[in-house]
């Protein structure tokens, strides 16, 4: 159990990285597939509870509950750090217009001063 | 000193002032300024208050951002222009808030002209003009000299002094990404990395009751802290 822990620990890092900053088609296509295991998750507890409980046997949670608020915890986590990085990424993009408006703006500006 | 000679120099030199929400200062500052440099490129980082229209007023060339993108967008800005129109030789960087003074920034041109320097950063520590600055913004602008030393491995004494001169044809390796405050480590580390040669002297500061309002605070530097290792 102990080393399924660790794997899985080890393995969120990386994966948590990759689906937060990721913008190629890949990270995009990958956080569809995620949100799509996420509700399909959601359904399968609905529907089979019994499904959690063994996940979280399997897993080496004390209870299925706690896994239910372990995977929450991650999938908020992830949402969070991705939005975060969204919004960074568009600031980027919008500074980069301003500063290229500003530039344009005032080199036409000189231009039709004559270069005085 | 030959009046005819800082004439030529002062000619080929542009004062590239950053202002957001300066309304207060920045008359004062641009008419003093243009009594040593006839050219002066303000860019109004998306003020609020008027800070443009009132640096045009007072004889600027002044170029505005429609929204607020911080000191080092507004100096990219500058920079561009600069690069782009190729007109000038020399670049002072200046701040808006009245702490620099006009015949410090002529020193720094004078010494860019007079040595093999390619940026020359006016500094609040060497000599005794530290003795002026107020106990907090030492200790932080202390953190923030070994924080520079740290990322850039460059030994300045000053690191986020808006107070440079620069040569005209360094400025496109030193095209920097971070539009905060950061911009000032990263053009130390950018300088570094085209190998351009860094000159430092000393300058004093002004501290009015308005500089000190309107300076970095300790929350400030958490900031150029946190943005320069985001990114």
């Known amino acids: ?116 | 000193m030959n009046t005819d000679y800082w004439d030529t120099i002062a000619e080929s030199t542009v004062c590239i002032v950053p202002v957001y929400n300066e309304a207060a200062v920045v008359s004062e500052v641009v008419d003093s300024l243009r009594q040593v440099f006839p050219h002066i490129l303000c860019i109004d980082d998306g003020s609020s208050d008027g800070s443009g229209l009132l640096a045009r007023k007072s004889g600027a060339r002044v170029v505005t951002h429609v929204l607020n993108i911080g000191q080092g967008g507004a100096l990219q800005t500058g920079f561009s222009i600069v690069s782009r129109e190729n007109r000038y030789s020399f670049v002072v960087t200046f701040d808006a808030d009245g702490q620099h003074s006009p015949s410090d920034a002529k020193r720094l041109v004078l010494a860019l002209v007079a040595s093999d320097a390619e940026i020359v950063f006016g500094s609040r520590f060497l000599e005794t003009s530290s003795r002026e600055i107020p106990l907090v913004k030492r200790v932080v602008l202390k953190g923030l000299v070994k924080f520079n030393q740290y990322v850039t491995d460059v030994r300045l004494s000053d690191a986020h002094n808006g107070l440079r001169a620069i040569r005209v044809d360094s400025l496109p390796s030193l095209s920097f990404t971070h539009y905060g405050m950061a911009h000032a480590t990263e053009i130390v580390s950018k300088s570094l990395q085209a190998n351009l040669c860094i000159k430092e002297i000393p300058m004093n500061v002004r501290y009015t009751a308005y500089s000190r309002k309107k300076g970095q605070s300790i929350f400030n530097s958490i900031n150029i802290l946190f943005d320069f290792l985001w990114r």
């Open chain 1, 1 to 116: 159990m102990t080393v399924m822990r660790l794997i899985l620990a080890l393995a969120f890092a990386p994966a948590f990285i990759f689906l937060v900053r990721g913008v190629g088609m890949r990270a995009r296509a990958l956080r569809g597939v995620v949100l799509m295991l996420g509700l399909g998750a959601v359904s399968i507890t609905l529907t089979f509870p019994n499904i959690v409980d063994f996940a979280a046997d399997a897993l080496g949670v004390s209870t299925s509950l706690d896994l239910l608020v372990y995977l929450t915890i991650l999938t908020l986590t992830t949402l969070v750090g991705y939005v975060v990085g969204k919004f960074r990424r568009l600031e980027k993009r919008l500074n980069v217009v301003i500063h290229e408006l500003a530039v344009r703006s005032g080199m036409e500006h000189q231009s039709h001063r004559g270069d005085s």
